[in-house]
């Protein structure tokens, strides 16, 4: 397509329009302009300049005035950005050059010096590292929440039998509290997972001005420390040209809504009717406009569905810096869609299952009665085999395999056999293995640490009280 644009690129782009004669193509303009997401780092890219000026005039590279009115104009910028009266303005392309536009016309000479010893590489790479430690500490505390909801329900539910299920079959019965710590647990290395993101992202790039470090003599020490980070990142080239936190971040934030989305699928299948053990609220359900009967789980199959979009920015960012040479490219500006879209996906979901496990309500003997049945107590009578009779594990299995037969054969359930039935399989039955055949005493004989007894589950919510503080 031909250029139409022949405006000189200088009057066009202030900032870098030096050495041009012509602007750019309507469409390389299109494709070059992130204004319309990465305005979003608007507050981060100011904190960074005014650290970044502050350093200056301590080094003595800008003066006190031009450091005094660069900061006053960026607090007149911010104030306009926050309030909704900032021109955002495509041709300056990117919250940096807009916002130093602005500063420019707010301020006027003086803006010009706030540039001086930086690049839009090591300011971008910052900006990105306190956003996304920003998100990091905002997620951090919806998991605690989460966490905290998992706990409160798991304590009213420390001996509600449900069965266990592994393949979706009926297993051993467990309580129900036991089953929502197992997601206290999973919160608790998705936020372990987020703080190891944390505590490497926290290095600063500021100073590695394009790629190499720049002849000013700066203090990197300085913007490191008033930007909150350990350190300043040690190599100029991976400070511009690295994303592996942002990678970090979404490889957590895929493996955390994996976790939610794994418990969603189970609210969607204990709610519904044939199951039964669970009931969401309204305020978390939606209504069939045809069937007056229908509740809808909408809100657990969004947090099951979004986890395909976190998933895929992770692998879409990835893709984007396979291949990358050092240091900076342009390619590198697509990383901020997958980080923002994300975490705004993973934040949403995060708040509705918080939601969704405070408000829901159990249904103890739907849970009961299915916890008894499909022989879950298979394993405690042949455990009780290999115990009172000291039957070999694998004999007692089989034993037991045959017992069940006899009461599938008969429609029952194990416990409402005879002794006598049991003798025709195992003569040395005694009446004592009636003990173990229910479910509540299945439940309270898993006493090993970890396990399902619900004296174990209370232990397990008193120490996670303890961790939350
Ligand atoms: N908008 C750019 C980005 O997000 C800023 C860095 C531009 N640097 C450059 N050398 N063109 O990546």
């Known amino acids: 397509m031909k250029n139409k644009n022949t405006k000189p690129a200088s009057s066009v782009n202030a900032l870098w329009g030096g050495r041009f004669t012509q602007g750019p193509a309507e469409a390389m ?17 100011i904190a960074g300049s005014k650290a970044h000026a502050a350093m200056l005039a301590a080094a003595g590279i800008i003066s006190a005035k031009d450091c005094q009115e660069i900061a006053d104009g960026l607090d007149r910028v911010a104030e306009e950005i926050a309030s909704g009266d900032f021109p955002f303005r495509a041709e300056f ?78 297993a051993q019965p467990v309580t129900f509290g036991h089953h929502l710590m197992a997601y206290y647990e999973m919160a608790k290395r998705d936020r372990g997972r987020l703080d190891d993101c944390r505590r490497r992202l926290n290095e600063c790039p500021l100073g590695a001005a394009a790629l190499a470090g720049t002849s000013f003599p700066i203090d990197r020490e300085a913007t490191a420390d008033a930007l909150g980070f350990d350190a300043p990142a040690a190599n100029s080239l991976d400070a511009v040209s690295d994303r592996d936190f942002a990678l970090e971040f979404l490889a957590a934030l895929a493996i955390a809504q994996t976790h939610l989305s794994r418990l969603a699928e189970e609210l969607v299948v204990f709610s519904s009717a044939p199951f039964g053990f669970v009931r969401l609220s309204d305020a978390f359900t939606t209504g069939s406009s045809i069937m007056p ?21 992770f692998q879409a960012l990835l893709v984007v810096m396979k291949g990358l040479p050092l240091a900076y490219s342009k390619d590198m500006q697509e ?9 705004d996906a993973f934040a949403a979901s995060l708040a509705v299952m918080t939601g969704m496990i405070a408000d829901l309500t159990v249904d103890a003997e739907a849970m009961a009665a299915a916890a008894g049945g499909g022989h879950a107590t298979a394993t405690d009578l042949a455990d009780w085999l290999v115990r009172a009779l000291g039957l070999p594990f694998r004999t007692a299995h089989e034993v ?25 399989v195992e003569p040395r039955i005694a009446e004592g293995v009636f003990d173990v055949l229910s479910v509540a005493s299945s439940v309270a004989s898993r006493t090993s640490f970890g396990g399902t007894a619900p004296e174990r589950v209370r232990e397990a919510i008193a120490l996670a009280r303890e961790e939350l503080g």
């Open 400 to 424: 037991t395999g045959r017992i069940v037969a006899l009461a599938d054969g008969k429609g029952c359930a194990l416990a409402d056999l005879t002794q006598e039935d049991m003798q025709a």
């Open 293 to 313: 009967q229908k509740r809808n789980p909408d809100g657990a199959e969004l947090v099951r569905a979004k986890t395909g979009g976190i998933a895929g920015a």
């Open 93 to 170: 392309e990117d919250i940096h050059m807009n916002v130093e536009a602005r500063l420019a016309e707010l301020i006027g000479e003086a803006a010009g010096r706030l540039h001086t010893a930086r690049s839009r590489n090591d300011q971008v790479a910052t900006d990105f590292r306190l956003f996304v430690r920003d998100a990091i500490d905002e997620l951090d505390a919806g998991l605690v929440t989460f966490q905290r909801v998992l706990v409160d329900k798991a304590d009213e539910h420390a001996e509600t039998v449900m069965p266990g299920f592994t393949h979706l079959q009926t």
């Open 29 to 45: 303009a299109r494709i070059n302009a992130s204004i319309d997401f990465d305005r979003r780092l608007w507050a981060q890219d």
């Open 335 to 343: 990383d901020k869609v997958p980080v923002f879209r994300a975490t």
